[in-house]
């Protein structure tokens, strides 16, 4: 039997909620406490601010709060930053903005791209973009990251960011190659897929990983072989010159009136972080490295939004109404994977890390965000495209959905 929900509300949780909705199985409540005083002039800064450690046992696991109390100078001092930057996915637009603010605030930036200018890559979003990095200062190269040095032409660099490999093989060369030229400090883009589904959401820094995630390993050959790195854990990141589909997903179906399809209850959790948010904390990183040192940060925003509230944010974004309507993909038969663009159980991580160790804030908003989106949406002309939604038509035809044509 279908459900159908009204967008008459949305349903926006913060990181700290601790009365999360079961789904397939039960959960415990897990909180989560910040405070901070902060005074600061042009040369010096005093932060108090909680740090968290953890203590896992094979039936709970409990946080203790400590303040902690830093002062720290503030040297203003510029540095030259690469980034080797993937050519695909997701994790694209994460270069382009950490570029941009890396510039903006006065830093040097070159940004290796995999693969060549001129492939049909590079005329999608943020690649068709770049120009707005070489307007701003910075300087963008070609090529295969295991043959960094050579790309970069020997050029020196006080930190470089990898934000292209998922496994060691593929990021080993540039490691060791940043450590064999003097690099100060090395940072990584992992990801939050790599955590074990958990019965206490959110994810926090320290929590059990997947043991063969390619992520992972990478992880631990930079603790074993580099001094100063850093590893950030996203999640699904939207914002403009975003190439992969997530609230797109959702457009294509409220512009047309189509209902909007979501494996289970809707009332799973997840994180939905604008690309500013991890480009901050990346610079954050950049400027600090000594509180960024030896640290794995979850680099999501710190709201949860469930996945009906999505579909209604991205409703309220169109200006539309929105017909959801809720299924059990193995009695419709159908794959989840294929049908829907997020995990279909409570999946979203908490920022603590970032918070205590760099003063890190979140900014994404995702009622003003989402808006932006849908504006590029309707720009490209995606609201006007032929699209085709077998998938959608099985799960409907199964759950007797009419759908107007």
Known sequence: ????????????????????????????????????????????????????????????????????????????????????????????????????????????????????????????????????????????????????????????FDAVLDNNGKDLETVRPVIDWAKSSGVKQFLFISSAGIYKPTDEPPHVEGDVVKADAGHAEVEKYLEETFGNWASFRPQYIIGSGNNKDCEEWFFDRIVRDRPVPIPGPGLQLSNLSHARDLSSMLTLAVENPEGAKGTIFNCVGDRAVTLDGIAKLCAQA????????????????????????????????????????????????????????????????????????EVDDKILEALKVPVSV
Request: proline content about 5%; overall charge positive.
């Open 1 to 156: 039997m279908a459900t159908i929900a009204s967008s008459s509300s949305t349903v926006l949780f913060s990181a700290s909620s601790s009365n999360l909705p079961p789904f397939s199985h039960p959960s415990t409540s897990r909180l989560s406490f910040s405070s901070s005083l902060s005074s600061s002039s042009s040369s010096l800064s005093i932060k108090i601010s909680p740090t968290f450690s953890s203590h896992s046992s094979s039936s709970s696991r409990h946080f203790v709060n400590h303040s902690s109390f830093t002062i720290s100078a503030s040297s203003g001092e510029k540095k030259k930053v690469l980034i080797v930057n993937t050519n695909s996915g997701g994790h694209a637009i994460i270069g382009f903005y950490f570029a941009k603010e890396l510039l903006g605030a006065g830093h040097s930036v070159t940004v290796l791209t995999v693969g060549e200018e001129g492939s049909d890559k590079m005329k999608k979003p943020p690649f068709n973009r770049f120009s707005e990095i070489v307007s701003a200062g910075g300087r963008t190269v070609w090529g295969n990251p295991s043959e960094v040095g050579s790309v970069v032409g020997g050029e020196v």
């Open 318 to 389: 169109a200006g539309r109404p929105v017909n959801i309507v809720h299924y059990d993909p193995k009695a419709v038969g159908v794959d989840a994977k294929k049908a829907f663009p997020f995990r279909t159980y409570h999946f979203y991580a908490e920022p603590r890390a970032a918070k205590s160790k760099l003063g890190w804030e979140s900014t994404t908003n995702l009622p003003e965000d989402l808006k932006e989106r849908f504006e590029e949406y309707v720009k490209i002309g995606r609201d006007k495209k032929s699209i085709k939604f």
